[in-house]
């Protein structure tokens, strides 16, 4: 079992940026993918990044060139850069892992874009 812990989201105004973290409990070879997803009200959930080793990141369209995926192995960690947020952003980000096939989720994290 692995359990995701996510931090780092809050309010910001249009134009800000923020930086999500996701600390795994335990190490997590550099074979698994993990990255982000999100889920706005009323919407289902929806992949943000990934990150998978030796690939290059996968980012969804609607943030391509705002959002940085990085991972640092040697914390256990996952980080989501986001920058010039747009009000529609604004969603519970979940960190995700999958590891050897089984599939991890974080609680979430508030993500909130307004002014």
């Known amino acids: 079992q692995v359990q995701l812990v996510e931090s780092g989201g809050g309010l910001v105004q249009p134009g800000e940026s923020l930086r999500l973290s996701c600390v795994a409990s335990?190490?997590?070879?550099?074979?698994?993918?993990m990255g982000w997803y999100r889920q706005a009200p009323g919407n289902p959930r929806a992949l943000v990044a990934t990150?998978?080793?030796?690939?290059?990141?996968n980012l969804a369209d609607s943030v391509r060139g705002r959002f940085t995926i990085s991972r640092d192995n040697a914390k256990n960690t996952v980080y989501l850069q986001m920058n010039s947020l747009k009000p529609e952003d604004t969603a519970v980000y979940y960190c995700?892992?999958?590891?050897?096939?089984?599939?991890?989720w974080g609680q979430g994290t508030q993500v909130t874009v307004s002014s």
């Open positions: 995700y892992a999958k590891i050897a096939g089984d599939r991890y």
């Open positions: 990150l998978t080793a030796g690939r290059d990141p």
């Open positions: 335990r190490t997590i070879g550099s074979s698994a993918i």
